[in-house]
């Protein structure tokens, strides 16, 4: 993925923290009704802090007009503002900068090799120093991808046709993040495209029991568990599994 998490700052070592610093309080379990156990807990300095975020592919429009095609695991959404974390030398970025419609687009677990195709490409050439090694530059990514281009409704990039939900938008701010080398990028969403199959019939609501979206877990790639409950604003509840 382009953007990681920087390092937190040095520790002398890890060590074990004593269980009673961090014990939860006892909130009955949904699915057994039993009190969720506590833990032992270590400090520790990972690389990465992607602890569970949806991967999106980000499309875009480069100056010569073709399409841009990018992979992020750092988005996440308020009301009908999506929140983004961009890599500041991508072509993504650039792109933004002078032309802010993007689609963001929402692949499904069984796309997680389409998606891994796209992580060591870039649309910069020269490929900027800063990319993690072993970058390419590739100018076609939706072929590079395997994946099908298809006309927007709101906005002039493209939709990924094989991704199950498709939010069209507008950048409408652009800022650097403090730690450096990275951007923080505020989308006003103009439409959403959901595949019929995971809408609940007559609604325009997304049915959870049916759709699932990639996550990202420590560079490893999941879908979502079966469900454990709902909130109390859920539009769609749902028997939960006992």
Known sequence: MRVEAARPGPHASARTEPISAYRR????????????????????????????????LITTTNPDGAPNL???????????????????????????????????????????????????LTGRSPVPASKPHGMRFE???????????????????????ECPLQ??????SITPGQAGGFVIVEVAVSMVHAATDIVVP???????ATWSPLIYNFRHYFGLSDQLGHSYRSDTPTTTRK
Request: zero cysteines.
């Open 25 to 56: 309080p006892v909130i009955p379990s949904l699915q057994t009704g039993a009190a969720p156990e506590t833990h032992l807990f270590t400090a520790i300095e990972p690389s990465i802090l992607y602890f569970g975020t949806p991967v999106v």
């Open 167 to 172: 939010l069209e938008g507008s950048a409408i």
């Open 139 to 161: 100018a076609d990514k939706f072929a590079a991808a395997g994946v099908t281009s298809m006309p927007s409704a709101t906005v002039a990039p493209p939709r990924v046709a």
């Open 202 to 208: 007559g609604t325009n609501h997304i049915d959870p």
């Open 70 to 120: 990018a992979p992020i695991s750092s988005a996440w959404a308020l009301g009908h503002t999506l929140v983004l974390g961009l890599g500041s030398d991508g072509q993504t970025v650039a792109n933004l900068r002078e032309r802010p419609e993007l689609v963001v687009n929402v692949p499904s677990p069984g796309m997680w090799e389409q998606v891994e195709r796209l992580a060591p």
